[in-house]
């Protein structure tokens, strides 16, 4: 939890040297570069269960019973896999009020030039 003993300062107020500053930087590409690796790997692990007989049937009979006992959430997403998910229209009617219709192209460069 934040507290005045471990705030930082942050930007260029912070006292830090450009040495330190780049040092601390490169840490944080680092790890970032770590995570986007552990996420991609877990992607490819998911992908490679799902791609198991048995896993992606567990899965849908888990949902069918969870949706027979009321969870929205789970029907939801049956009904949108299985491409009967609810679409929304939308009309949008109207005009479009412009003040400049019918100008000259004259006029309108007066208005734009401030004349």
Same mark, same amino acid.
Not at 27 to 33: E, M
Not at 70 to 86: N, S
Not at 90 to 100: A, D, H, M, Q, R
């Given at each position: ?24 930087g490169s840490l944080g590409g680092?790890?970032? &570069?770590?995570k986007r690796a552990e996420r ?20 849908? &009979? ?15 997403v049956i009904r949108d896999t299985?491409?009967?998910? &609810?679409?929304?229209?939308?009309? &949008? ?23």
């Amino acid at each position: 939890m934040a507290n005045e003993q471990n705030l930082t300062m942050m930007g260029k107020n912070r006292g830090l040297t450009r040495e330190e500053a780049q040092r601390i930087g490169s840490l944080g590409g680092k790890a970032s &570069v770590k995570k986007r690796a552990e996420r991609k790997t877990l992607r490819e692990e998911l992908l490679l269960l799902l791609s198991q007989d048995d896993t992606q049937n567990k899965i849908s &009979v888990a949902l069918l019973k969870k949706a027979e006992k009321g969870d929205t959430k789970a029907y939801e997403v049956i009904r949108d896999t299985i491409g009967e998910k &609810v679409k929304e229209n939308i009309n &949008v009617t109207g005009e479009l009020n412009n003040p400049f219709a019918g100008m000259s192209l004259e006029e309108l460069r007066k208005i734009a030039n401030g004349k």
